[in-house]
């Protein structure tokens, strides 16, 4: 999900940068570091977006650990069940 990010104010070290209602967060607060003296506030804008949206994104979700363990399972079942009809065939039961 792409958010557009838009800097309320933007400082020399500092970008501050509104969030929407949906967020827990009021505001974000991006410090810029001290050796990088020769960058624009176009470039900052720009860095600050792509961390604040790489943060943001959704994790994946994990399966419950019993639909995990499932093809185990199915496949010990399937095992059983080959040696339940390889002792039949043998035994003649």
């Not at 400082?11 to 501050?16: E, F, N």
């Not at 967020?23 to 410090?31: L, T």
């Not at 506030?41 to 949206?53: G, I, K, S, W």
């Not at 093809?71 to 043998?90: K, S």
Request: hydrophobic share 55%; charged share 25%; with cysteine.
């Amino acid at each position: 999900m792409r958010q557009e990010v838009q800097a309320k104010g933007v400082s020399r070290r500092v970008v501050i940068v509104p969030t929407d209602d949906e967020s827990i967060f009021e505001q974000v607060i991006c410090i810029v570091r001290e050796d990088a003296d020769a960058v624009s506030a176009d470039m900052v804008l720009r860095q600050a977006e792509a961390e604040l949206l790489s943060e943001v994104e959704e994790p994946e979700e994990t399966p419950p650990p019993l639909l995990r363990a499932l093809p185990v399972v199915l496949a010990l079942l399937l095992l059983a069940l080959l040696g339940v009809m390889v002792w039949c065939f043998f035994f003649g039961v």
